[in-house]
């Protein structure tokens, strides 16, 4: 077994929509970045590439790359796992945690757990995805960014 980390932020503006985990969410504001900007993805893309010992996803998939912008992060993640599963790994599970003051995650997990456990090919009880709030303290709290933090579990296939 491999273990990653992954960790990712994003600010909020207005405006703009908020993706977290592949699905859409209705939010005041929205994440910006080069991509669809979803957070919770990027942190999964980070963890996946770490156990693997892959680099980061910011080497394989650069924010200077036109052919990137406003790409879905569902892409990324399964060109992520092409990459990990060339390697000869496969996902055991995921555990991940969102950051994000308003609005509430909680009633979104059911159908962002469904996304991404067809992508990482693994059942559902291998997703565990978590919100958490920042208490309104600083940037997080305030609701100028957003972050997710993500660890796995690859295996080596036999
Ligand atoms: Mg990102």
């Known amino acids: ?47 996946l590439l770490g156990a693997a010992n892959l680099g980061d996803i910011g080497f394989h998939f650069s924010d200077q790359d036109p052919k990137f912008k406003g790409i879905d992060s569902k892409i990324l993640l399964r060109n992520v796992m092409v ?29 962002i757990k469904e996304v991404l456990s067809e992508i990482l090919e693994v059942n559902l009880d291998e997703v565990s995805i978590k919100a958490t709030t920042h208490e309104k303290v600083d940037s997080f709290g305030n609701q100028e960014a957003i972050k997710s933090y993500c660890v796995c579990l690859l295996s080596r296939n036999a």
């Open 83 to 111: 990459l990990v599963k060339d390697k000869g790994y496969s996902v055991g599970n995921i555990d991940a945690t969102v950051v994000l003051e308003n609005p509430k995650v909680n009633p979104h997990v059911p159908m």
């Open 1 to 47: 077994m491999r273990i990653g980390f992954g960790v990712d932020v994003h600010r909020l503006e207005k405006n703009r929509p908020l993706f977290i985990g592949g699905v859409k969410i209705p939010s005041e504001k929205g994440a910006v970045g080069h991509s669809d900007a979803d957070v919770l993805i990027h942190a999964i893309c980070d963890a």
